[in-house]
């Protein structure tokens, strides 16, 4: 048997492909959209891949299963438990198996055994993996996608928080409780591989070790910890991180099936003399470090680093518009592999970025807290912490608004016009982008140089809750 580990640090997602060296096939278990990695590490092992498992509908990227089928002929492992309102969809012409608790199924000699683990979604499914081929009868590990992390366990909220489902939450939590009991009843010597680790969305407090086993989550993972259900329901409901709404449009892009790939136009580049028009009616990313965008800049665009792109395109992004991007036509594609593996696939065009220089007359100022903190203390400037919400509860500047960055142009009419604005985050990155977005709607405003890092590097004050 063969398990190659495969991760994505812009999604925090782990996907795995098990091979059997007897067949020559192998699987995918949560497949991420760009399947080429896939593709290319089963022709350098001598392996065809055969088939693609998912362990729930995904919410924080699009699932590549469906396009394993598309370009391989993948057979789908699909969960068919929980409600009528998250089973799969448009599965026609595909060669699909909708499967139950306790059903099993093969990749060679290597044997999968699906265990119904709900709370984190209804049909959530985990695989037990048995490698009966080497001879052995009993599992060596469990695929726990959102279930069991490393140090946590998976957030129940998110059909609530994410797909609008009122009262969900409070049910997925018990469920999550019953679920988790189950493995508990596991044996210690199994290994975890969970679909996420640090950095996630789809739960609290995840570890960066890659995998685990049954009997260290035991030992060290809070979530397993309680034996009284309200408590538990208590715990994991409270704190957890905010939900990107692209969240939504992932659960039903997987649900109804994504586009196949190459069905996708090409980006082509624009006409620069097209620019300045284009971002007072539409949306229009430059991927320009914050540092350059802040010093010059097409008035009317906003700034996503490329390093931050897969992290918070989706927020910004409005995915039933166009949207256009000043890159280069080397770094495009690397891009456009991050916005796809979130959905956003209406990419309209793009601006070759050495050709925006006539352009950039717009700029923003960067500066110190050392040389802001008289005026914010006064009251002459108003301070807007951009972090999320259980960062800003921790601690914070006295005085400072809170409008979480993924959430800003949602709150732009709450923020008053009367001052200039000074943006604010940890360090000074996510503070630069809601810069960019406040510039553009028109506020005076200035981005704190290193965030409340700085400020507190410079023995400035800060309060706590």
């Known amino acids: 048997m063969l398990l190659k580990y495969f991760y994505d640090t812009g999604l925090a997602h782990a996907s795995y492909m098990i ?8 699987i995918i278990i949560d497949p991420s959209r760009s399947v080429d990695q896939y593709l290319e590490a089963a022709k350098a092992e001598g392996l065809k891949i055969v ?18 089928a598309h370009r391989v002929g993948a057979k789908l492992y699909l969960s068919d438990e929980g409600t009528a309102d998250w089973k799969y969809q448009n599965l026609e012409g595909l060669s699909a198996q909708l ?87 596991l044996p210690d010597h199994l290994q975890v591989w969970p679909a996420h680790g640090a950095g996630s969305a789809c739960g609290k407090g995840l ?7 049954v009997g260290y989550e035991k030992l060290i993972n809070p979530a397993l910890q309680f034996r009284d259900e309200q408590k538990f329901v208590d715990y994991i409901l ?23 790939l190459s069905s996708l136009p090409p980006v ?44 918070w395109a989706g927020f910004l992004v409005n995915y039933e518009k166009p949207v256009y991007f000043i890159t280069t036509a080397e770094a495009l594609p690397a891009q456009l592999r991050a916005l796809r593996s979130i959905g956003i696939d209406n990419v309209a065009g793009y601006f070759e970025s050495s050709q925006t220089t006539d352009y950039r007359q717009a700029s923003y100022s960067t500066i110190p807290p050392a040389e802001l903190q008289a005026a914010i203390e006064s009251g002459k400037l108003r301070l807007i912490d951009v972090r999320a919400k259980t960062e800003f509860d921790d601690y914070r500047i006295a005085g400072a608004e809170h409008h979480f960055l993924g959430r800003l142009f949602r709150e732009l009419t ?10 604010q985050c940890l360090g000074g990155g996510r503070s630069a982008i809601a810069a960019s977005i406040l510039e553009r709607e028109g ?17 400035l004050p800060t309060v706590q809750s």
């Not at 300045?276 to 008035?299: M, N, P």
Request: hydrophobic share 40%; with cysteine.
């Open 19 to 26: 091979g059997c060296q007897r067949s020559g096939e192998a």
């Open 51 to 68: 088939g693609a498992a998912e362990t729930h509908i995904h919410a924080d990227f699009v699932s590549g299963a469906r396009e394993l």
């Open 99 to 185: 499967v139950k608790h306790h059903d099993k199924f093969y990749v060679g000699r290597v044997k999968l055994e699906v265990l119904h683990t709900p709370g984190h979604t209804p049909e959530s499914i985990s695989f037990l993996l048995t490698d009966e081929g080497g001879g052995a009868s009993q599992p060596i590990g469990i695929f726990t996608g959102d279930f069991v992390f490393v140090g946590s366990i998976g957030r129940p909220d998110l059909l609530e928080t994410a797909a609008g489902m009122m009262g969900t939450a409070e049910v997925g939590a018990r469920q999550l409780y019953h679920s988790m009991l189950a493995f508990l009843e």
């Open 207 to 213: 570890g960066a070790i890659p995998s685990s086993t």
């Open 238 to 260: 409270a704190d957890q991180p905010e939900t990107p709404f692209y969240f939504a449009v992932m659960k039903r892009v997987n649900k109804v099936g994504p586009a196949p």
């Open 268 to 311: 082509a580049p624009i006409d620069p003399s097209q620019l300045a028009t284009l971002a007072t009616r539409e949306l229009v990313v430059d991927t320009a470090a914050a540092k350059e965008f802040g010093e010059h800049h097409v008035a009317g665009t906003i700034n996503i680093p490329t390093a931050m792109l897969q992290q």
């Open 414 to 423: 709450t923020i008053a016009r009367d001052k200039p604005l000074v943006t």
């Open 443 to 459: 506020f005076s405003v200035i981005n704190m140089q290193g965030g409340i890092r700085a400020w507190q590097q410079a023995g």
